[in-house]
């Protein structure tokens, strides 16, 4: 926020059995330095970390000036933590020149090393949006993705198991440089919970009534493990994910939840013609109140860019006709046709200039105007879209998706696709939008080398991305 930061942290002298910690609140003092070497202090408190939450710490720090660098530690007794870098937003409204950020996603333990959020923490961005799928939850040696490194324990579905899980990935140095680089904005996919999950129900069929027990687990353990604020603090088995932020008067960001309140996907993933349901008018990717929440903030927006920052892709590239095919794509947006028009008509018909969306999910990167009509992929673009490919999900990857030659022609909007590991950096001006797919060479050994990818630019007006 303009005058606030959300600090985190949790105490774990055993992280990988359960924590360790004794079952009493622990007192943890925080301060906030106005220079990296924290000699001039101008914040400090204390939050109790608590047995019911693993002992995590949620430090909503107001007081401080907007639009500026922060640097921020923690102590408990004799025990210090390493000095992290924080940023404040802009006051809302004030006349803002330029924003940098990144967005990154899917993280998967065993398939590769996290050499990417390594080259992430050097980018000395604003914020870092993640598209989700932080955690895998698969047992170890899963088979989804190969294995280069290996998960701790079984498939994960109590508490205990998502704590382990949380504590296993946030150890390993290159996700703690990246995260103690700059201040991030997260939302979740479906692996932090379970594969494909929709609201109260998963792909294996499980009765509701026990599906949420491991969803309520583990949307505590995400909470937990989060820079959150009290507001999605998790209620029962519910919890308030989508929220606002604003970057003076250049930027309104929507983060969204697209798991929680969805719709079954259509077809239950099953391969074969035709597709009951896909088209029922009543189907929904936000539900009811966050499309009516989201509706209001993009007519009210006063920004120069609206950005849509979620899970998966929009823009639905090469998949007009064959949604009903594609188990994957019945995931995405296009496999919910009613709510994507909801979406983009909504924002067509009102005339709502400069939307983007941020995605990720699909381990590619893409950069692509986003066509109203499915079936029409060379039709008027009413936005455009930048997906984030995988960090380590899916390992090594290579140059372009293989089916990429197959379909280039049916897809005119498309402005960059890559398939190697990486990450996304956005740098927004009043007048042009210009975003750069980083990759690594490898993940599957250490030491990826960083290059670019591709470059898009977009400019203010326009919903066509061009590559430069």
């Known amino acids: ?42 914040r400090r408190g204390s939050e109790l970390a608590r047995p019911e939450l693993g002992h995590s710490v949620h430090a909503e720090v107001d007081g401080l000036e907007p639009g500026r660098e922060y640097w921020y530690r923690f102590r408990v007794g004799r025990e210090r933590s390493p000095v992290g870098r924080t940023r404040t937003a802009p006051a809302p409204g004030a006349p803002l020149a330029r924003l940098r950020f990144g967005t990154c996603g899917c993280s998967n333990y065993e398939s590769g090393h996290f050499t990417a959020l390594r080259h992430l923490a050097s980018e000395h961005l604003d914020f870092v949006f993640h598209s989700g799928d932080y955690i895998y939850e698969y047992r170890a040696d899963g088979g989804r993705y190969g294995k280069v490194r290996e998960h701790l324990g079984d498939e994960i579905y109590s508490l205990v198991d998502y704590r382990n899980r949380y504590a296993q990935y946030k150890r390993d140095p290159d996700l ?31 009765p509701p009534e026990v599906f949420l027990l491991r969803r309520a687990a583990a949307f505590q353990a995400y909470y937990e493990h989060m820079p959150l604020r009290r507001g999605a603090f998790p209620g029962g088995p519910g919890m308030t994910l989508h929220r606002e932020f604003r970057f003076g008067d250049l930027v309104d960001l929507a983060a969204l939840d697209t798991r929680q309140y969805r719709s079954p996907q259509a077809c239950h993933h099953r391969r074969r013609r035709g597709c009951e349901g896909l088209g029922e008018a009543g189907r929904t990717m936000l539900g009811g109140a966050q499309e ?68 990720g999910d699909v381990h590619m990167h893409w950069g692509a105007g986003v066509p109203r009509d499915l079936a029409e992929p060379d039709g008027p673009a009413v936005a455009v ?7 380590s999900s899916g390992g090594d990857g290579r140059d ?8 280039r022609g049916d897809c005119p909007h498309v402005g960059y696709h890559g398939a190697r590991r990486g990450y996304v950096v956005c740098e927004v001006t009043r007048d042009a939008w210009r975003t750069d797919f980083m990759t690594v060479d490898r993940v599957e050994t250490p030491g990826g080398v960083l290059s670019r990818g591709g470059r898009v630019v977009v400019e203010r007006g326009r919903a066509v991305t061009h590559a430069a």
Do not use: C
């Open 400 to 407: 372009v998706a293989p089916w990429w030659e197959a379909i």
């Open 385 to 391: 879209e930048f997906t984030n490919t995988s960090i």
């Open 1 to 42: 926020l303009p005058d606030g930061i959300v600090l985190w942290t949790r105490l774990a002298p055993e992280p990988l059995a359960g924590g360790g910690m004794p079952m009493v609140a622990v007192e943890v003092d925080w301060e906030i330095a106005s220079d990296a070497r924290m000699r001039r202090i101008v």
């Open 176 to 206: 703690i440089a990246a995260h103690a680089a700059a201040p991030y904005i997260v939302t979740w996919d479906d692996h932090e919970i379970s594969n494909n999950w929709a609201a109260e129900a998963d792909e294996r069929n499980t």
């Open 292 to 359: 009516r929440w989201l509706d209001t903030r993009l007519d009210r927006s006063g920004a120069r860019w609206k950005v849509i920052a979620q899970q998966v892709p929009i823009f639905g590239g090469g998949s007009n006709g064959a949604v009903g095919m594609n188990p994957h794509l019945l995931d995405q947006w296009p496999g919910y046709p009613a709510a994507r028009e909801r979406l983009l008509g909504g924002i067509a018909k009102r005339g709502i200039e400069n939307v983007v969306f941020l995605s």
